[in-house]
């Protein structure tokens, strides 16, 4: 019962921006800490960025000025803005929602970012 659905990957060129968001239901959305991790090919899975329950933020040094999260309580969405956007950004993002025991992915989108 406990969904996240991920909207908004897609092809952009290098330099260019794209927002992701990820919709949540059947959880306790205002609890929860939200993040997005990406993988790209060969790679392990790498945490991205977070955003706790009251708000803070926190990101992975390589999209730090680049990335931002966000979250929508009312809405029950997370999102993420990526502007200036580089070939080695290109990778499947996942959202993830986390509390206490409880942890929850989202199917991944593709997001790439080629010329």
């Known amino acids: 019962q406990v969904q996240l659905v991920e909207s908004g990957g897609g092809l952009v060129q290098p330099g260019g921006s794209l927002r992701l968001s990820c919709a949540a239901s059947?959880?306790?959305?205002?609890?929860?800490?939200l993040g997005w991790y990406r993988q790209a090919p060969g790679k392990q899975r790498e945490w991205v960025t977070t955003i706790t329950s009251d708000g803070r933020t926190n990101y992975v040094d390589s999209v730090k000025g680049r990335f931002t999260i966000s979250r929508d309580n009312a809405k029950t969405t997370v999102s993420l803005q990526m502007n200036s956007l580089k070939p080695e950004d290109t990778a499947v993002y996942y959202c993830?929602?986390?509390?206490?025991?409880?942890?929850?992915w989202g199917q991944g989108t593709q997001v790439t970012v080629s010329s």
């Open positions: 993830q929602a986390i509390l206490a025991g409880n942890r929850y």
């Open positions: 059947g959880i306790i959305f205002s609890a929860y800490a």
